[in-house]
């Protein structure tokens, strides 16, 4: 019951629609950005940018699409523990690929 | 549970807790996170090992299809995003308008998903065909992944329309309602995932070449 | 105390409610979170002892050199399902599953678990997935024969039926994750007022640490299952070595949730074992603290190690040398635990009633399989065992000796408030003597065996180890008979039982409030929680006064 006292009144958050579509707007001028950036040789930067972009985008997404900006700061932290964990799976099974 | 709600407990009923129920779901959503994750585990360990071959077959996709398919379930995921704001503020037709649009992209996406698969097969790839079977290992590979990836991507798409079509039933009926939208939260957080997941294997297929 | 007297006379307890729901129906379909409890036991025990009379003819079959009862592809096919029924369908689900399900919202003092119905689902996705895993034996074909690990590239070549028998463990897979998601909201959610994280009892910690495995790990073996499986179907290269894929790969998705899952596995037997110390030691639990962490330390350093499981397959020596040093840091929070259960014994008022007989069992049996992982974990001797009797002894150990050892205590323990009666404690205890007799006959052999190379898996072997198999036969057979006698003495008491207290063995956590069986809705008023789990300063306040 804790943690029940956190939501009294929060519940009535509501994101308007202006503020949606603006990072709609954000989103599609992103994919812009990487489809436009992909045309370009940057050569082993390639991916890098890429996978940048891609991460601002989900971040945008998660934030404001999933509401976490406006969560319990438990959701941003059991986000925080999936990423950390698929990060660690990939870097680890490197550990033995990046020096075979 | 709002606060309102508080005076008017029963005893033994059960008490409602929205939150908690939106916790369930992020927790769902982690897994089928994983789920994609150890496909990319996979894919990140190819594309080390065959850098090469996976330049090549990415220069084989259309990358305009797959760009109009970014923007399309960005799109969706905008829609469906408004439609909360839609239930909380009452508005319960535009609501359904605006879940509805969602399910109409979804199918816009796949219309286009199956165009795009089947000219792959008409040029002769698919898995083990002749053609493929012919190419370096690292193409195969990599046809192998953007099959299986996008297939299975493509089948969380069917998942998350047809759970926005029970959606849209429960709000013309009043199930999903202005005080009581858990449902509704629910299901855009499984859209969004999609997207997410979308917004990864688009330039990890499309782009990086 | 008082309450519970009165709500014992007033509310019929949850198998007597009378529901919407008649007969097998009011089972079947039920959301009550403890009759979900008694159901998984009843299937669970039902796949436990099926596979233990495979591992009963295996045994038989290692009698002699030449093999002494079955053809060798029965035998391929004996040690693939009493692998894959015995970690899917017995160690994995037991304890969470069980007894999570009946205790872990008693403990907490809720109703039942946040998403009841998703519960129950949970359980149907079991029984699918273990109906699943039986008829692939009997489908033409013939039952898989990969061993339970499922290693490509074989698994992608053999006849057997290794689809559905993926597909049941896919299922499996979900089930858990479902169960897992469930805790972890039901304990962020539902904890009565004033049970802060710090006053949950340690089971419910280990719960915690264990959901949060099933949830994030498992969708790992899920889609690595799923690929095989498409791979058979239609020819895609993933992991086939034909078309450039990697088997080691494969290796390396399969450990990453399998070795987890050891210890989703042993976690929430840790956590049997911390509630029952306290209680037959009259002691408040020695570094509570330590104890929670080390939970969650073990669920976060487990998630890292698995590819110990691989140093003979040609990884690359940084690989070894990382997997290796990390597999030796597991081991201090385990030693935490351990170190801990001990030091509260430690002038404790020890009551050597069958729970705790059998949660010593599970001490000095885990260290054993701890020690030997150690031996295991280090490059120069894994090189030598690998795919030896010793590795499979070792994960007895920890499998058998600890996590099903954990099971009996737990068992034991929380079986007066599961049926409301008391069993015998004679039979239980003898049952307690012969099944660690037996399992530590049966085992040891197997150490022995190992080290001197007798590799795993093999229908035949060389007439000098023939004196170490027929030791580790007879012992399985005292382990059967104990086992026999146990479940009989439990069966026994269902009917003639003693009628038990609502606390017969001094408990002071929440379970131990209500009456036994629990009623429906387990607590008449939701508990007001003001002190920790253990508090047994009263007996350890007499203790010194007689001292």
């Known amino acids: 019951m804790t943690e029940h006292a956190h939501q009294h009144g929060e519940k009535a958050h509501v994101v308007g629609y202006g503020q949606y579509i603006l990072i709609w707007a954000g989103l599609m001028g992103l994919t812009g950005t990487t489809v436009a950036l992909a045309g370009i040789e940057l050569g082993r930067w390639v991916i890098i940018t890429a996978l940048t972009i891609a991460s601002v985008k989900g971040f945008l997404v998660l934030n404001i699409f999933m509401h976490l900006r406006s969560e319990d700061r438990t959701f941003r932290l059991f986000v925080l523990v999936a990423g950390v964990v698929l990060l660690i799976f990939i870097c680890l099974t490197f550990f033995d690929y990046a020096f075979r | 549970m709002t606060t309102a709600a508080i005076p008017a407990h029963h005893e033994g009923h059960v008490h409602r807790d929205d939150e908690g129920s939106r916790m369930g779901m992020w927790l769902f959503l982690f897994t089928e996170l994983i789920l994609f994750g150890g496909m990319f585990v996979i894919y990140a360990v190819y594309r080390f090992s065959h850098p090469a071959e996976f330049e090549l077959g ?29 239930i909380q503020r009452g508005n319960k037709k535009f609501s359904l308008l605006l879940v509805g649009i969602t399910i109409a992209l979804a199918l816009v996406f796949l219309v286009n998903k199956y165009f795009e698969w089947s000219h792959k097969f008409s040029v002769g790839l698919y898995p083990q065909s002749p053609e493929l079977l012919s190419r370096p290992q690292g193409e195969i590979l990599y046809f192998g992944l953007y099959f299986v990836m996008t297939g299975l991507h493509a089948l969380h798409v069917i998942i998350g329309a047809v759970v926005l079509a029970v959606i849209m039933r429960f709000i013309s009926r009043d199930i999903i309602t202005k005080d009581s939208f858990v449902k509704l939260e629910a299901g855009a957080l499984y859209w969004h995932l999609v997207d997410i997941i979308w917004i990864f294997l688009f330039p990890l297929f499309y782009l990086v070449h | 105390m008082a309450t519970s007297v009165v709500l014992a006379g007033a509310e019929p307890d949850f198998y007597h409610t009378v529901t919407k729901r008649k007969g097998i129906l009011s089972w079947i379909l039920t959301t009550d979170h403890k009759r979900i409890g008694i159901l998984y036991l009843g299937t669970i025990l039902v796949f436990f002892h099926a596979a233990v009379v495979l591992g009963f003819l295996m045994r038989l079959e290692m009698l002699k050199p030449e093999g002494a009862l079955v053809e060798p592809q029965t035998y391929n096919t004996f040690f693939t399902l009493h692998g894959i029924i015995m970690i899917f369908l017995f160690v994995i689900p037991i304890v969470p599953a069980v007894f999570g399900n009946f205790f872990l919202p008693l403990m ?3 109703k039942d678990v946040f998403f009841p119905r998703l519960n129950l689902f949970s359980w149907w996705l079991f029984i699918a997935g273990g109906i699943l895993a039986l008829t692939s034996v009997f489908l033409p074909g013939g039952a898989a024969d990969t061993g339970w690990t499922f290693y490509v590239p074989y698994s992608i070549r053999t006849t057997t039926n290794v689809i559905p028998a993926l597909l049941a463990a896919f299922i499996l897979g979900f089930s858990s994750i479902l169960t897992g998601l469930n805790f972890i909201t039901t304990i962020h959610r539902m904890r009565a007022p004033g049970m802060t994280w710090f006053k949950m009892p340690l089971f419910v910690w280990a719960s915690y640490a264990t959901s949060w495995i099933q949830v994030l790990a498992t969708p790992i073996i899920g889609i690595t299952l799923l690929l095989v499986i498409i791979e058979r179907l239609f020819g895609v290269g993933i992991f086939d070595p034909t078309l450039g894929g990697d088997p080691v790969l494969f290796q390396h998705m399969f450990w990453m ?10 976690l929430p037997a840790m ?16 570094g509570y603290n330590f104890i929670a962490y080390s939970s969650l330390a073990i669920a976060f350093f487990g998630s890292l190690v698995w590819a110990h499981h691989m140093f003979t397959v040609g990884m690359s020596d940084t690989g070894m040398f990382v997997f290796s040093l990390l597999t030796f840091l597991v081991s201090i929070p ?5 170190f801990n259960w001990v030091a509260t014994l430690y002038k404790g008022s020890i009551d050597l009633d069958v729970p705790l007989l059998f949660v010593l069992s599970f001490i000095v049996q885990f260290s054993i399989g701890g020690f030997t992982g150690l031996m295991l974990g280090a490059l120069s001797v894994n090189i030598h065992v690998t795919d030896t ?3 499979v002894g070792h994960f007895h150990y920890v499998m058998f000796g ?20 008391m069993y015998n404690k004679g039979a239980a205890k003898i049952a307690w003597l012969l099944s660690t007799i037996g399992f530590n006959i049966l085992y040891i052999p197997f150490l022995i065996l190992g080290y001197a190379g007798m590799p795993r898996r093999y229908y035949h072997y060389l007439p000098q180890f023939q004196t170490l198999h027929v030791v580790a036969t007879v012992g399985s057979w005292i382990l059967v008979l104990g086992l026999g006698i146990m479940f009989v003495n439990l069966f026994l008491a269902l009917r003639n039982g003693a009628k038990t207290s609502a606390n017969p063995w001094g408990g002071e956590t929440l379970e131990w409030t209500t009456p036994s069986p629990p009623p429906l809705e387990n607590f008449d008023e939701i508990p007001v929680v003001t002190k920790g789990p253990y508090d047994y300063s009263k007996y350890e306040k007499a203790a010194q006064e007689v001292a």
């Open chain 3, 257 to 266: 949730y399998s070795h987890p899952a050891v210890y989703i596995i042993i």
């Open chain 3, 271 to 286: 956590g049997v074992v911390s509630e029952i110390i306290p209680v037959f030691a009259r002691r408040t639990i020695f």
């Open chain 3, 108 to 110: 907490i003092g809720a």
């Open chain 2, 58 to 86: 990415s220069k084989e996709l259309d990358t305009l299809v797959g760009t109009v398919n970014t923007m399309v379930l960005l799109t969706s995921s905008l829609t469906v995003a408004m439609s909360i704001t839609a």
């Open chain 3, 389 to 391: 009797y010793f590795v």
């Open chain 3, 402 to 421: 600890g996590t099903g050892f954990g099971f009996f205590a737990a068992l034991h323990y929380w079986y007066p408030k599961m049926f409301g009666r």
């Open chain 3, 334 to 338: 385990s030693a935490i635990k351990i």
